[in-house]
């Protein structure tokens, strides 16, 4: 898949739809430790990890989330 730049603002505003299933404390250590933005793999890795409850999907998670994402960064982005 391709990997494009989220940036720091765009995590801040993706926390309320992608980032819904981890906790508040996590993501703003996500935003504090990513001053310049982040990738969208990188971004994918650290929903997968700390997402509670993890999402049932059959199949390949990373793909999902991907997809997932990328809607969401479409929608900030206006």
Known sequence: MEE?????PE???????MGFRVT?????E??????????SAEMTRFVKQWMDPP???EGDIDAHLERILKVF?????G
């Open 73 to 77: 960064v479409d929608f900030v982005r």
């Open 55 to 57: 999402y049932k999907v």
């Open 24 to 28: 508040d404390s996590r993501w703003s």
């Open 4 to 8: 494009y730049r989220i940036t720091n």
């Open 30 to 39: 996500f935003v504090r430790s990513h001053p310049d933005g982040c990738t």
């Open 11 to 17: 995590i801040v505003e993706l926390k309320q739809t």
